[in-house]
């Protein structure tokens, strides 16, 4: 099937059939269409946490306001983003970059110098505003590759950051979660969304050429 026929089929998945796992081979080409994303200036500024453990997942119904998904699928990913830029994290992706290409550290100097001069001053919120973007690229090309492989998901943002930060300690790790996708396969007979037909704005009101 082409990416537009997978993403016609997707949707966001509202029931889950706890007894159907997804495979580990599937689950770690969700998470590579991720790690492979583009991002600004390269930086792969978020981190992709992959929970399997069923009593945390449970733990983290009551964060995403109630919602039973989290604790049905299979999987559960977290998409966190840096909480703020530091200059040792411009260094360290250059630094790797350079070495991982066979060229002398220090060789794009004068761009991570902008990148610093850029994105030091600015407060931490305003730095995880611009991280937390990053994130929803990769997030956006996990769906895609979850629909190709027929996996289903659902992108959620309904939960609490501050609660799930503190549950999995990602304060820790400098990082703050952006967004929440659940993996698994649909409940057809309980997912009261299955059977609906998709609707998207109509292509002459979406599309704006000029």
Known sequence: MSLLENLQWRYATKKYDPTKKVAQEDVDKIVEAARLAPTSSGLQQFRVIVITDQELKEKIVPIAWGQEIVAECSHLLVFAAWDRYTEERIDKVYNY?????????????????????SYLPQTAEENFVHTARQAYIGFGLSMAQAAELKVDCTPMEGFSPEELDKLLGLDKKGLKSVTLLPLGYRDNESDWLASMKKVRNPKEEFVLEV
């Open 97 to 117: 970059t350079t070495d991982e290409r066979g060229l002398p550290r220090g060789r794009f100097g004068s761009y991570t110098d902008k990148l610093k001069a």
